[in-house]
């Protein structure tokens, strides 16, 4: 029996400051998440699997950052692409007469869940996408308030199936931080919901002091107490790996994004996860692994057989890019980020294949410098023309709406209110990328014993020569020596001056890069020179 007759409403939904939002030909205000299932079940593009969940393919497949542009009319605030306001209400009457003939969902929430620190938001998403409202309700604390009586401080458009001729793909999300609104037309990736409202609470955070990090956070019980531990790092360095790996008995409380504010204050942000699924195995991410397969997640872009619904998280025939969410609550050991203590230590991850070593300690200033650069070296997965290119990203946060450098400047600044060290982590290679003679993986047995370490405060240290930082003399768990100071490695294999050529090459991109950011604070430049 279904559940969803006589649900719509035309009533138009409201929007920041109590303005009304478009009307449409119907709403379907906070639908239940078994409603929601039922809807996404009704989607072509929808597969039930095996578990019990539904597995939708998608005609865009991640985010569209060459599609994103903040809606201002002073774009020398920003260091992304921007259009005008005139040409901002031009769309939003497009998508405006578009909505008008359409059934649309209302999900409402909260980002965050730290009274002082939360935000009301609004995703108003297309019926035909049902499957994006349940993804995005897994994520959002949940209302205190009908809807009727919500009044959104944020809010998210989204069209899906509009497309916006001009633009790149024919796709725009238009960010309008003035208003609190971001407008989505003609992508159906469910990453353009979360992070829409992420990039706007950015934003708010910024504002009252703080700084929004893309960032895991775990707790991890020690000898000394209980310690909050912070994970940054680019897709696909291991970010969320690390977060859930579970030493000492340690509890995830955030997989994506956090807020830091003075004194190492940290503030969660999501209820839900969005996690990779490429490569997903029991073995090693049990946690993971165990909420996917629920029968209330979501999955997205995971290849699947016809017959019986069977998933293949190793198949990449479709994207790599497959994605998964699902309440934290339904990990087990879920921590809330309204019962932790300020941060202890922070993690910068780093995917590299030559001379960065397994772990590093950086002084405050070069934790701001690596913070800006936000560095990986090029994987199969960008092609040959990203192998041995350094991959930047400045803040390692894509969602910053304001200049890059705000961020660095910041992330110093609340450094030096609270007392956390910082960490460098290469949860890739020395000596070469796979295949050369002598090189040497730094496997997830590594990158969890440098962790624990961290945490237990069992690493000694000595200065690295070349660039500054501390490097491990010894470290328990890790007993290879050479990944702890891959200067060894290259050495011991006659490759003496590759490794200088390397450190020469380092040094001279990261001071280039940095110098492009004009209002970078000088002693973050002066970190890596």
């Known amino acids: ?26 709403v379907r205000y906070n639908p239940s998440p078994t409603e929601l299932q039922e809807l996404t ?58 909505i008008a003939g359409r059934a649309m969902v ?15 938001v609004r995703l108003y998403i297309e019926e035909a996408n049902a499957n994006i409202a349940g993804m995005q309700q ?55 919901s979360k992070k829409g409202g992420l990039r706007m609470w950015n934003a708010g955070v910024y504002r009252d002091g703080g700084l929004a990090m893309h960032a895991g956070c775990k707790v991890i019980p020690t000898d000394a107490g209980e310690k ?14 690390t977060t859930f790996t579970r030493q000492n008995g340690s509890q995830p409380v955030q997989d994506d994004f956090i807020g830091l ?27 993971i692994h165990g909420a996917v397969v629920k029968p209330d997640a979501y999955l997205e872009n995971v290849s699947q057989t016809e017959e019986g619904g069977a998933v293949d998280f190793f198949d990449t025939s479709y994207t790599q890019n497959g994605r998964a969410t699902f309440l934290m609550s339904s990990l087990g050991i879920w921590r809330d980020p309204r019962e932790i203590g300020p941060v202890n230590y922070l993690l910068i991850l780093n995917r590299n294949d030559n001379i960065i070593p397994a772990v590093a300690r950086l002084t405050d200033a070069q934790a701001a410098a690596y913070f800006m650069l936000g560095e990986t070296m090029g994987t199969s997965a960008g092609g040959a023309a990203e192998e041995g290119k350094a991959l930047r990203v400045p803040g390692t946060n894509p969602f910053f709406p304001l200049r890059d450098e705000m961020q660095a400047n910041r992330f110093l600044e609340l450094m030096g209110t609270a007392s956390f060290s910082v960490y460098l982590l290469n949860t890739g290679r020395v000596g070469g990328v796979e295949g050369t003679a002598g090189s040497k993986k730094i496997e997830i047995e590594h990158s969890g014993a440098i962790v624990e370490a961290i945490a237990e405060g069992t690493i000694a240290w000595e200065r690295d020569p070349d660039f500054g930082y501390e490097v491990a003399s010894s470290l328990p768990g890790v007993s290879d020596g050479e990944l702890l100071q891959p200067r060894r490695l290259y050495e011991a ?19 280039e890069f940095l110098q492009g950011y004009p209002g970078l604070a000088p002693e973050i430049l002066a970190a890596v020179e």
């Open 261 to 287: 504010f003075a004194g190492g204050k940290v503030v969660g942000t999501e209820n839900g996860c969005f996690a990779k699924t490429f490569g997903l195995d029991a073995r090693h991410e049990p946690a």
């Open 41 to 98: 079940a009704r989607m072509p593009q929808a597969k039930r699997t095996s578990f019990g969940n539904y597995n939708v393919q998608t005609r865009a497949t991640s985010r569209s950052t060459g599609s994103t542009y903040i809606v201002t009319d002073r774009p020398e605030e920003h260091t992304g692409a921007t259009i005008s306001r005139e040409e901002g209400a031009r769309v939003a009457k497009l998508q405006e007469d578009y």
């Open 138 to 192: 897994q994520l959002y604390f949940p209302p205190d308030l009908p809807a009727d009586e919500w009044q959104p401080e944020l809010v998210m458009i989204y069209t899906p199936n509009l497309p916006l001729p001009g633009y790149p793909d024919d796709r725009l999300i238009a960010v309008d931080l003035e208003s609190g609104i971001s407008r989505v037309m003609n992508s159906d990736y469910f990453g353009e």
């Open 228 to 241: 909050t531990m912070l994970i940054i790092g680019l897709s696909g360095t291991g970010k969320t790996t």
């Open 1 to 26: 029996m279904s559940l969803l007759a006589d649900r719509p409403s035309t009533d138009a939904p409201m929007g920041p400051g109590g303005k009304p939002l478009p009307a449409a030909a119907s």
């Open 493 to 511: 294999g006659g490759r003496r001056d590759e490794y200088r050529s390397w450190v020469q090459r380092f040094k001279r991109e990261r001071i």
């Open 106 to 120: 209302v999900v409402d929430g909260y980002i965050g869940n730290e009274p002082a620190n939360r935000s009301r």
